[in-house]
């Protein structure tokens, strides 16, 4: 059984920043691409940054330059450090992880349970 766990939503001002956490535990053998992903209310669930497993990454164009996705094998997380945040970056924010587990085959897409922020003043 593979669980996520997110943390580092909260309320913060225009301008302000946050660093979204999202932890896996269980029985896992490796992971492959990790993401984060954001819905607004009224809107669909849209790619905020993907890293790779060799370390690339990717961002939606709304936050190149603010946000930086990182991730460390080691302690099984993914994080996303955003800056300047914006009210329009307000959403619930979701970690997304393709894992395979140790005790099945095959590669899984995990979601994590979102974590909402809100950015205002």
């Known amino acids: 059984q593979v669980q996520l766990v997110e943390s580092g939503g909260g309320l913060v001002q225009p301008g302000g920043s946050l660093r979204l956490s999202c932890a896996a535990s269980?029985?896992?053998?490796?992971?492959?691409?990790m993401g984060w992903y954001r819905q607004a209310t009224g809107k669909p669930r849209e790619l905020v940054a993907v890293?790779?497993?060799?370390?690339?990454?990717n961002y939606v164009d709304s936050v190149k330059g603010r946000f930086t996705i990182s991730r460390d094998n080691a302690k099984n997380t993914v994080l996303l450090q955003m800056n300047s945040l914006k009210p329009e970056d307000t959403a619930v924010y979701y970690c997304?992880?393709?894992?395979?587990?140790?005790?099945?085959?095959?590669?899984?897409?995990?979601w994590g349970q979102g974590t909402q922020v809100t950015v205002s003043s």
């Open positions: 997304n992880l393709d894992i395979r587990p140790a005790s099945i085959r095959g590669i899984y897409s995990y």
């Open positions: 269980g029985s896992i053998s490796s992971f492959r691409a």
């Open positions: 890293i790779s497993s060799s370390g690339a990454t």
